[in-house]
């Protein structure tokens, strides 16, 4: 089985983390919830979920894991800004590990400067910003582009996990 981490912050959009989170752990994957500090507890920002950050982002390498998961909502804007988040992101994207983001997630993937080049799908009001960042915008419910798996919003979740299970 595979060992995914999420890469979580504050105002995570609930459902976004939820879904994938209990059907990649349902499917029988090791889960790690990385944050900035390890034990701070972080809400969604519908109320509806908490969890606690399992492992520090400094604490972790990305050759323990073989995927990540990016939920949105504004934890992407909370994490955006940490070089070891972004060193982290970058060292998967090199090995060729798949990083699923949706809604907000891809701007982890923009300010890693990743987009290049790649198709993708994001929250469909952040599509400059993507294009801005070199990426090929797609406005369907998931894109995969060799590494990548992309999704628009949570009416997208169920496309979005089974693309995540296909590549587990």
Do not use: W
């Not at 969890?51 to 949105?72: F, H, L, N, Q």
């Not at 915008?137 to 997208?156: C, H, L, M, W, Y």
Request: glycine share 6%; charged share 30%; aromatic share 6%.
């Amino acid at each position: 089985m595979s060992k995914v981490a999420f890469l979580l912050a504050d105002q995570f959009e609930d459902s976004e983390m939820q879904v994938p989170y209990d059907e990649v752990k349902k499917a029988g994957h090791d889960v790690d919830i990385i944050g900035l500090n390890k034990g701070d507890t972080v809400k969604g920002k519908q109320g509806k979920a908490e969890y606690t950050i399992e492992k520090s982002i400094t604490d972790v390498s990305a050759s323990e894991y073989d995927a990540i998961v990016i939920p949105g909502g504004s934890s992407p804007e909370n994490l955006r800004l940490d070089a070891n988040i972004l060193k982290f992101v970058t060292e998967v994207n090199s090995a060729k590990k798949p990083i699923a983001a949706i809604c907000h997630g891809p701007q982890i993937l923009a300010s890693a400067d990743l987009l290049k080049g790649r198709k993708i799908t994001s929250y469909p009001p952040l599509k400059d910003d993507m294009i801005n960042a070199g990426a090929e915008f797609e406005d369907q419910e998931a894109v995969v582009d060799g590494n990548f798996i992309t999704s628009r919003t949570p009416k997208d979740e169920p496309a979005f996990v089974r693309e995540i299970l296909n590549v587990l």
